[in-house]
């Protein structure tokens, strides 16, 4: 039930493009509970205000402007905010690129006119900046005999055209979650997927998505759940029913 709840206080949670949308909303959520965040995203003055914002209501915050496509900058990110706390206990793998055509803007291409650059961008960051950072944080997550890794689904209803290239990378990462949970179940690493429960209008969606699609506090406590997750839920799609976590048939 949502009442019995575990607290986050003290728990040192990352979240990856959590200057805004989402990932911010989340932050909040982890914020809200007592965690202390590690917010990383490419745009550097978006980050700065939300940490402002957090930072306002009482939460510590530390910033990492890093593109989780590069290597370095996860490394380097994973292993700063490591350093300020002195532990990692959560990852949220938020960061990836969306199509958005729920707001109303231009459908991306169908395949047959699709730009090779841009399949591997869209590929690159969705599954290949989650890679990297499950990576990285599981440096920190396993000689300590625990962690929490959240992954991000989404568009379970998208249809092409358009859709193909960034469904390809949210149903391999349904695939990389399942495996990696078995890969770390020895280490008492609970990795998970999840969504946020539907097409999200974010701040900055058009002003005629944002009066009829749900914000992200459409998502509630799913991330903040996610984060306490037991290990039988781990390499598991998971959703939220009745205030609690279950598995997606």
Same mark, same amino acid.
């Given at each position: 039930?949502?009442?019995?709840?575990?607290?986050?206080?003290?728990?040192?949670?990352?979240?990856?493009? +959590?200057?805004?949308?989402?990932?911010?909303?989340?932050?909040?959520?982890?914020?809200?509970?007592? /965690?202390?965040?590690?917010?990383?995203? *490419?745009?550097?003055?978006?980050?700065?205000?939300?940490?402002?914002?957090?930072?306002?209501?009482?939460?510590?915050?530390?910033?990492?402007?890093?593109?989780?496509?590069?290597?370095?900058?996860?490394?380097?990110?994973?292993?700063?905010?490591?350093?300020?706390?002195?532990?990692?206990? *959560?990852?949220?793998?938020?960061?990836?690129?969306?199509?958005?055509?729920?707001?109303?803007?231009?459908?991306?291409?169908?395949?047959?006119?699709?730009?090779?650059?841009?399949?591997?961008?869209?590929?690159?960051?969705?599954?290949?900046?989650?890679?990297?950072?499950?990576?990285?944080?599981?440096?920190?997550?396993?000689?300590?005999?625990? +962690?929490?890794?959240?992954?991000?689904?989404?568009?379970? +209803?998208?249809?092409?055209? +358009?859709?193909?290239?960034?469904?390809?990378?949210?149903?391999?990462?349904?695939?990389?979650?399942?495996?990696?949970?078995?890969?770390?179940?020895?280490?008492?690493?609970?990795?998970?997927?999840?969504?946020?429960? /539907?097409?999200?209008?974010?701040?900055?969606?058009?002003?005629?998505?944002?009066?009829?699609?749900?914000?992200?506090?459409?998502?509630?406590?799913?991330?903040?759940?996610? /984060?306490?997750?037991?290990?039988?839920?781990?390499?598991?799609?998971?959703?939220?029913?009745?205030?609690?976590?279950?598995?997606?048939?």
């Amino acid at each position: 039930m949502e009442g019995a709840r575990l607290s986050l206080t003290g728990q040192v949670v990352i979240v990856t493009g +959590g200057a805004k949308g989402i990932g911010r909303y989340a932050a909040g959520t982890f914020a809200a509970e007592g /965690a202390r965040l590690g917010l990383a995203d *490419v745009d550097a003055s978006r980050l700065e205000q939300t940490a402002q914002e957090l930072r306002a209501a009482g939460t510590e915050v530390h910033t990492v402007v890093a593109d989780v496509t590069n290597e370095q900058d996860v490394s380097r990110m994973v292993d700063e905010v490591a350093s300020h706390y002195g532990q990692i206990d *959560v990852l949220l793998n938020n960061a990836g690129i969306v199509p958005h055509f729920n707001w109303g803007l231009p459908r991306w291409s169908p395949i047959r006119e699709m730009d090779k650059d841009f399949w591997e961008r869209v590929i690159r960051t969705n599954l290949g900046g989650t890679f990297l950072c499950t990576k990285h944080v599981l440096r920190h997550m396993r000689p300590r005999g625990a +962690g929490h890794i959240i992954n991000v689904y989404g568009g379970a +209803g998208l249809t092409p055209p +358009g859709g193909c290239a960034y469904m390809v990378s949210k149903d391999a990462i349904k695939t990389f979650t399942r495996f990696v949970a078995a890969e770390e179940r020895d280490a008492n690493v609970c990795i998970v997927v999840i969504s946020p429960g /539907a097409a999200i209008a974010t701040e900055d969606a058009p002003e005629e998505a944002r009066r009829r699609m749900p914000g992200p506090d459409f998502a509630g406590s799913r991330f903040v759940l996610a /984060a306490q997750a037991d290990m039988d839920l781990s390499g598991h799609l998971v959703t939220l029913q009745d205030g609690m976590l279950a598995i997606e048939s």
